[in-house]
């Protein structure tokens, strides 16, 4: 009986150069596919990054002219080019007179007499409360001036509401004080008019330490003479992020702006990465400043 031998069989493997050949082979694909791939990638974060703070101008800016459209006449006023305030109105109206059957209310020669009586259609003033400002006339300069409150009273209570045979729905509005007869010299409205003001407010910009600065808006502070770049007091809110400068930021204090009563925004806004490019967005918002 014969015994076959069997010869055993080689371990095999890849040698260490193949290892190495076939690492090198991939790490050149791989660059190669980085290489194409990189531009597309880069290009799709910088769309998605421009389509981001385009909307968030987009959307500061349609808040500014909201606000900027509920303005008191001739309250718009800018410092510095890059801070803006008003005084923000809820409503106004029509005030009655001694030719309309009443007593003439707000009296321009009586400062004892601190109430007066305006046409009141259904939820004109449900807002109204005190501590809001009426304001009559108001020209932005003194003596009708409703930053120097010369042509401004503070409403003392909520309206009190009464029916009118002729006249139809009335509300009498009692002040604080009576100031409109105290201004000199007292400037009645032509046209009886009235705007209630629940008081000023700002956009200013504030440094975000990284470079860029941040669009804020203040409300709920105290009415001043004198316009601060940076109201005190109140309450805060962010716009806006990442504006590159606020230098021209709002534009209202030349002749020819005031005159047509355009307010000129310009946001200039940087993406997220260091590399993004800057979106610039100009607005023009309009002002009433019929008094």
Same mark, same amino acid.
């Given at each position: 009986?014969?015994?076959?031998?069997?010869?055993?069989?080689?371990?095999?493997?890849?040698?260490?150069?193949?290892?190495?050949?076939?690492?090198?082979?991939?790490?050149?694909?791989?660059?190669?596919?980085?290489?194409?791939?990189?531009?597309?990638?880069?290009?799709?974060?910088?769309?998605?990054?421009?389509?981001?703070?385009?909307?968030?101008?987009?959307?500061?800016?349609?808040?500014?002219?909201?606000?900027?459209?509920?303005?008191?006449?001739?309250?718009?006023?800018?410092?510095?080019? =890059?801070?803006?305030?008003?005084?923000?109105?809820?409503?106004?109206?029509?005030?009655?007179?001694?030719?309309?059957?009443?007593?003439?209310?707000?009296?321009?020669?009586?400062?004892?007499?601190?109430?007066?009586?305006?046409?009141? !259609?259904?939820?004109?003033?449900?807002?109204?409360?005190?501590?809001?400002?009426?304001?009559?006339?108001?020209?932005?300069?003194?003596?009708?001036?409703?930053?120097?409150?010369?042509?401004?009273?503070?409403?003392?209570?909520?309206?009190?509401?009464?029916?009118?045979?002729?006249?139809?729905?009335?509300?009498?509005?009692?002040?604080?004080?009576?100031?409109?007869?105290?201004?000199? !010299?007292?400037?009645?409205?032509?046209?009886?008019?009235?705007?209630?003001?629940?008081?000023?407010?700002?956009?200013?910009?504030?440094?975000?330490?990284?470079?860029?600065?941040?669009?804020?808006?203040?409300?709920?502070?105290?009415?001043?003479?004198?316009?601060?770049?940076?109201?005190?007091?109140?309450?805060?809110?962010?716009?806006?992020?990442?504006?590159?400068?606020? =230098?021209?930021?709002? =534009?209202?204090?030349?002749?020819?702006?005031?005159?047509?009563?355009?307010?000129?925004?310009?946001?200039?806004?940087?993406?997220?990465?260091?590399?993004? !490019?800057?979106?610039?967005?100009?607005?023009?918002?309009?002002?009433? =400043?019929?008094?």
């Amino acid at each position: 009986m014969t015994l076959s031998r069997r010869t055993p069989r080689r371990a095999r493997g890849f040698t260490l150069v193949e290892a190495i050949l076939v690492i090198v082979i991939i790490g050149i694909l791989a660059a190669v596919v980085a290489l194409f791939i990189r531009a597309p990638i880069l290009g799709y974060r910088d769309a998605v990054d421009r389509a981001e703070i385009t909307d968030q101008a987009d959307l500061a800016l349609r808040r500014i002219a909201r606000d900027i459209r509920l303005a008191l006449p001739n309250s718009v006023r800018v410092v510095n080019g =890059n801070s803006l305030e008003f005084l923000q109105t809820k409503t106004g109206g029509r005030y009655l007179a001694v030719d309309d059957g009443v007593t003439s209310l707000p009296a321009f020669d009586d400062p004892a007499q601190t109430a007066f009586t305006v046409l009141a !259609p259904p939820d004109s003033f449900a807002q109204v409360a005190a501590g809001d400002r009426v304001v009559v006339y108001n020209l932005g300069v003194a003596p009708a001036d409703a930053y120097g409150g010369g042509n401004s009273g503070v409403v003392q209570a909520a309206p009190a509401y009464t029916t009118d045979a002729t006249l139809g729905r009335i509300a009498t509005v009692r002040l604080n004080a009576n100031p409109f007869a105290a201004a000199t !010299p007292a400037l009645p409205s032509p046209t009886r008019s009235f705007q209630v003001v629940s008081g000023p407010v700002s956009f200013y910009c504030q440094n975000a330490g990284d470079g860029t600065q941040t669009l804020m808006r203040a409300w709920g502070y105290a009415i001043n003479a004198t316009q601060s770049a940076v109201p005190s007091g109140g309450q805060r809110a962010i716009v806006a992020a990442r504006l590159t400068n606020c =230098n021209g930021l709002f =534009n209202y204090d030349t002749a020819a702006t005031q005159r047509t009563g355009l307010v000129l925004v310009s946001l200039e806004l940087r993406g997220r990465y260091p590399d993004s !490019p800057a979106i610039r967005l100009v607005h023009q918002i309009h002002v009433d =400043n019929t008094p």
